[in-house]
């Protein structure tokens, strides 16, 4: 069995942003587990766990994936939910590109068993997911609240396996589809 699912990379500058946004989110009392930068991707469709001869479907399928080269604007913070939040994220500006991809994504995919998605698509990055709310994650929040990232074309999707391990996630590209 792998994990596995679809992702756009970030570029390096917007990582280095990235950290330094969480370096300001961590000094609230909140207990969180950052993302490392190294890590930060948009998700268009987690798989989860499938077998091997799934997998081997998947990629087949995925190396027909076609798109056009997209822009994508990551700008702002803010936490969700809103009511009770898990996760603190930088969001994503992509004028529906991401969407229409997803869409074609979960057509591509739904053959083999895995669902399509049920919530409408909402480009985002994790930068932390949030063990323990404290009041003042607010505040800390609302001062990187407009922070911007930056732009950046989306030429490249990615087919990522997900290893989880005690000292976080190991990502690995499987396969990648060019705009």
Known sequence: MVRVFIAIDMP????????????????????MTFVDPSN?????????EIN????EKIR?????????PFPVEISGVSLNPRKRPRI???EGEDAGYGARIQEKIDEM????GIEKESRPFRPHVTLARIKKYDPSLQG?????ETVSFGRFTVDRIDLMESTLTPAGPVYTILDEVKG
């Open 40 to 48: 930060t991707h948009m998700t268009l469709k987690f798989i989860g």
């Open 140 to 144: 800390a929040v609302h001062d990187v």
């Open 52 to 55: 091997l001869e799934t997998l």
């Open 109 to 112: 995919v739904s053959p083999f």
């Open 60 to 68: 087949r399928s995925f190396a027909a994936l076609r798109f056009d």
């Open 12 to 31: 390096e500058e917007i990582r280095i942003k990235m950290n330094e946004v969480q370096d300001r989110l961590r000094a609230c009392a909140a207990k």
């Open 88 to 90: 603190v994220w930088a």
